[in-house]
């Protein structure tokens, strides 16, 4: 994960009013591309390096982000950061994203496609159906 790219985005989103959405929007869109094009190297961050704040502003798009890779390897990651971040957690109902996140990823693997595409509009079927594929987690009948 280019941590470095990472972490000027956080700082940007952190600067970002809030009611500024297209610019929400992009910020988001930039994260979640620096999140997913190296998830092995993501989750490595989630468990060593990655601080409450930055913890906070991904739980706005932690759905997005699975909805591009659904991997459970990063909500277990997220996990971990709640535990570790107990209060935070709470103050700010991160479980629940947190839980929204592993719902869709279950969805996605049952290949529910009219409930993934309800909850992520933007989430490609085709590059879901390949990811789940490669990972020798496609239904039989989808192959």
């Known amino acids: 994960m280019n941590t470095l790219k990472f972490k000027a985005l956080i700082a940007k989103r952190a600067k970002t009013h809030n009611e500024a959405d297209a610019e929400i929007e992009k910020c ?3 994260l979640i591309d620096v999140l997913c094009e190296d998830m ?3 989750i490595k961050y989630l468990y060593s390096e990655c601080t409450v704040e930055e ?5 706005e798009f932690f759905e997005e982000t699975v909805a591009r890779v659904p991997d459970m390897g990063f909500v277990d990651g997220l996990r971990y950061l709640a535990q570790k971040y107990p209060k935070e957690t709470k103050e700010y109902d991160v479980e629940f994203f947190i839980n929204s996140a592993q719902y869709l990823i279950e969805e996605i693997e049952a290949q529910n496609w009219p409930l993934v595409k309800e909850v992520v509009p933007e989430a490609s079927v085709p590059s879901l159906k390949e990811w789940l594929r490669s990972h020798g987690k496609l239904k039989e009948k989808e192959q």
């Not at 913890?55 to 739980?59: R, V």
């Open 55 to 59: 913890f906070l502003w991904m739980s």
């Open 28 to 30: 988001h869109q930039e």
């Open 40 to 42: 092995p190297g993501t």
